[in-house]
């Protein structure tokens, strides 16, 4: 049990409550196959709709970073007490909420949650704005004004209804503004709140879609691995300094030849979105990261730069692999395991031992006398004709195949986890910078 206590005391209970009913391991599957997002409702309300997946974006009016100059009120029928408002004796405010994203490429309806509080006429115009790609403004208002458009009209009668605004993110990482402005000719008698938003998923573009709206192709002659020597291009997610990514790197490349970017919980920042920009590397390292803010470009130019002759190292952790929405992407085609899902990072039941497996490279010559050990690792399951030259227990650690030219290659491990008995961390084991 969790408690978050946001205001006031609260007392542990002197007998702790017991569990009266065993797990529904059906829901139990259900939630380790989703996508591990933090909930943005309240599951105490039994009238709050926001059914939670990974196709369902809330955001609330009054939280955030909201670049539009609106007002809140606290008000009992809104979901999380608080609405913006256009108050009795306003005619016209402004309301909305900026930036709900990034969102995945596909098609979306934004559902605004709006309550009139009546009498006489009101209405709302929404601009909807994703920069550079779509600006468009959307009336709507009360039927007094005769709409004929039914979707379009409100409805002043205290409850709250949803209003919907469909729209396309043609491309992954986009974030849809709803700027809007309430307005009524009876300022002194109605009142107008909207509680908030919640962004639906109608359908994901898979890379194959993308590719039919967007071509790409490495220019002719164009080839991998820049200037002579070894290039590298690393994506520094979390757990990168405990893979000892800081001390390996250096030690193949020279720190001259290394190009770095960030990733914060999965986001690959500034990633190459152009041909020329990553077949000057070598060999790609991403460490503990997921597939949207690669954009589809960018996982497009990086399959071809395999493909070609480039080098690919995935590190396991809790934003990549089945838990970094790399599936249906051409990342997940270039990778040698097939993927478990959104909750694929597991504990083992006791620590697993790493040991060689079969493949290059040979591992066989390392000290295992240290009891390398893995304690978390994705669930996920070689492909076939994929080499698994590192195990931990009898699973695969290590996963590499040749893709086109090039090759890819998948810890299944994590840098989480702490000893438990005589073993040794695998990252703080001596043979790991080796296997690294
Ligand atoms: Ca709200
Ligand atoms: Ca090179």
């Not at 000892?244 to 690959?268: H, Q």
């Not at 080098?311 to 040698?336: D, F, M, W």
């Not at 050990?373 to 669930?379: D, E, G, K, Q, T």
């Amino acid at each position: 049990m969790v408690i978050f206590q946001f205001k006031g005391k609260f007392t542990v209970p002197a007998a702790v409550p017991r569990f009266t009913e065993a797990p529904d391991p059906k829901k139990v599957e259900e939630g380790r196959k989703g996508a591990g997002k933090a909930m943005g409702f309240d599951p105490l309300r039994p009238d709050d709709q926001g059914k939670e997946s990974k196709t369902v974006w809330t955001f609330e009016t009054d939280s955030g970073y909201n670049s539009v100059p609106a007002r809140g009120i606290a008000d009992p029928d809104a979901l999380n007490g608080v609405a913006q408002v256009r108050d009795k004796g306003e005619k016209s405010v402004y309301i909305g909420r900026t930036w709900m994203g990034p969102l995945p490429a596909g098609r979306y309806v934004g559902r605004m949650r709006i309550k009139l509080e009546g009498p006489g006429k009101q209405s709302m115009n929404m601009r909807l704005l994703i920069h550079g790609i779509i600006d468009k403004n959307i009336g709507f208002a009360t039927e007094e004004y005769k709409r004929t458009d039914e979707a379009h009209t409100l409805i002043a009668d205290g409850k709250y209804h949803d209003y919907s605004i469909e729209f396309e993110a043609p491309k992954d990482g986009l974030a849809p503004c709803f700027i809007g402005g309430a307005y009524t000719e009876a300022p002194d008698d109605n009142r107008f709140l909207m509680d908030r938003i919640v962004i639906e998923q109608l359908e994901r573009y898979t890379d194959a879609q993308l590719a039919l709206k967007n071509p790409m192709q490495a220019p002719d002659g164009l080839l991998v691995g820049g200037e002579p020597g070894l290039d590298v291009l690393v994506v520094k997610g979390w757990t990168w300094d405990t893979y000892k990514l800081g001390e390996v790197l250096p030690m193949l490349a020279g720190a001259d030849r290394i190009t770095e970017r960030w990733s914060n919980s999965g986001e690959a920042i500034e990633f190459p979105q152009k041909y020329e920009e990553l077949f000057k590397y070598d060999v790609v390292v991403l460490c503990n990261v997921g597939s949207y803010w690669l954009q589809y470009d960018g996982r497009k130019v990086l399959k071809d730069f395999v493909e070609a002759g480039g080098g690919l190292v995935v590190l396991g952790g809790l934003y990549t692999l089945g838990q970094g929405n790399i599936a249906g992407t051409t990342l997940e085609e270039l990778l040698p395991v097939t993927l478990a899902g959104g909750r694929e990072v597991q504990r083992a039941a006791t620590p697993l031992i790493l040991k060689a497996g079969k493949g290059g490279p040979n591992f066989g010559a390392l000290q295992w006398a240290g009891q390398p050990a893995v304690y978390w690792r994705h669930m996920v399951t070689p492909k076939a004709g994929a080499a698994t030259s590192l195990l931990a227990g009898t699973e695969p650690a290590l996963v590499t195949a040749m893709v086109g030219k090039g090759r890819v290659a998948v810890f299944t491990l994590t840098a989480l986890g702490d000893k438990v008995g005589n073993e040794t961390p695998f990252w703080q084991w001596t043979g790991w910078p080796t296997v690294l």
